[in-house]
């Protein structure tokens, strides 16, 4: 329900500001060639400037420029955390790690901190999606 939720708040705050370039978890990124390293994260976003006049494939090459992991219970914190600055180290922008069970986001950023939002915070697309918010009520209220 969690990816749902969040899923439906990016696509209609995309569709709302004619920005294209949404994905789900149904793209694979080609991070590492030589041998190929493909990722594909829960969620992904990715500006339009950077999809083929194709279309969006099924593997695209290079990351994506927002990066969404969700928690899953047997996850380790420390395998999310290698997970998410694998993620910046490739070149994405930004990544959002979402715990439910906790009920925070962990925001990375190349060159900044962690920042950790917890439940009565606000989250930002910061330079990939300007404009977009939402309060973490929101995206667990499901």
Known sequence: MLLLQLGYLLKD????????GFSGGDVGFV?????????????SFVLSERIPKTGCPKFFDGPPD????????GDRPSEVEAKARHWIGCGASLVWVVNGVKK???????????RTI???????????LPGFIATLREIFEC
Not at 31 to 43: E, G, H, K, S, Y
Not at 104 to 114: I, K, L, M, P, Q
């Open 13 to 20: 705050f995309a569709k709302t500001h004619g920005i294209k």
């Open 31 to 43: 991070v590492a060639r030589n041998p190929d390293t493909v990722l594909a994260p829960d969620i």
């Open 66 to 73: 927002l990066a969404v992991e969700i928690v899953s219970p």
């Open 104 to 114: 925070t986001v962990d925001v990375y950023s190349a060159g900044r901190e962690r």
């Open 118 to 128: 917890l439940l009565d915070g606000q989250l930002d697309g910061g330079e990939v």
